[in-house]
């Protein structure tokens, strides 16, 4: 793996080795064994031209507790506020000859745009409504820890798809792993060829609670939305989208429910659903940091060296 720039790049045998190692990262983690000498001597820059709380700081995490030195560089506080592009930023620091850079960003297509000037192997923490592919990475190893496998599992994501680059990875990922990807919400969230991603539309909630097997969650992306008001009010939303109590009495009786975060209480779920049994959502963000483990490893050529100290 040279870099991870979209969920397309991820087989399922790649799939099944990433979801197998992050198992034991995880045992490990639990048991308190947080201190690795994976990537002493390898350098991971984390460069966030967006906010974001769980995938900086599981990268950062992930990088520390392998011993890499970490360097976090925001765009705010950077010579990007002084016009430097962003090809002349990644240049720079890849002359400082780091391993890996992380790049979250705006625009669909920055981690392409910028590969090709590098050395360095680039992730893609998220890029406009592109791809977020370690975010589908730990969705599937959440859902793959509960049901074993997807094979033949019908998956429903609720919300703003059209902006969602979680909703395009994940959909690409959990098909890969051979689940049946179903959409729905409002509308104006709604793609219009929902065949180019390969999933199905559903019409209402009594369609999604009869079939699925896993509900995942997704945040109404107000920063993507140009200041268009796509839909009357937030509490509108809720009442006729909002996963609640009564809705999660209707879904299958082993069904689960996740969110990549971060979520809107009260808007796409409230207390009920984060608090319920059925709720994945904390595993996730446990799951996210011993999969981006796994994966700067790989990237490194250290994932020998990792198998063997997490034992
Ligand atoms: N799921 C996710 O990407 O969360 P952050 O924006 O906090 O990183």
Known sequence: MEHLISAEEISRERFYEIYRLSRKVKKALKEDRKK??????????????????????????????????????????????????????????????????????????????????????????????????????????????????????????????VNSRVARSDAILFKTLGAEVFVYGPSPYMPRFPEAIGVKKLSSFEEVAEIS???????????????????????????????NKKRLSMLKKDAVVLHPGPFNRGVELNNDVVMSEKSLIFNQVETGLAVRMVVLSLLCRRKERLEEEVQ
Do not use: W
Request: charge should be positive.
């Open 36 to 161: 690795f000498s994976v990537l002493r001597g390898k350098c991971v820059v984390n460069l966030f031209f967006e906010p974001s709380t769980r995938t900086r700081s599981s990268f950062e995490k992930a990088g520390k507790f392998l011993s890499a030195d970490v360097i976090n560089i925001t765009a705010s506080a950077s010579s990007l506020k002084k016009g430097e592009s962003l090809i002349d930023t990644l240049k720079n620091l890849d002359m400082m000859h780091p391993d890996v850079i992380v790049l979250r960003h705006p625009c669909e297509g920055a981690c392409y745009t910028v590969k090709r000037f590098i050395n360095a192997s680039i992730v893609n923490a998220g890029d406009g409504r592109h791809q977020h592919p370690t975010q589908a990475l730990l969705d599937a190893v959440t859902l793959t820890e509960y049901f074993e496998n997807l094979e033949g599992k019908k998956i429903a994501i609720i919300g703003d798809i």
């Open 213 to 243: 097997d896993a509900v995942v969650l997704l945040r109404i992306q107000l920063e993507r939305q140009n200041a268009r008001k796509t839909f009357p009010s937030l509490r509108e939303y809720a009442e006729l989208y909002g996963m």
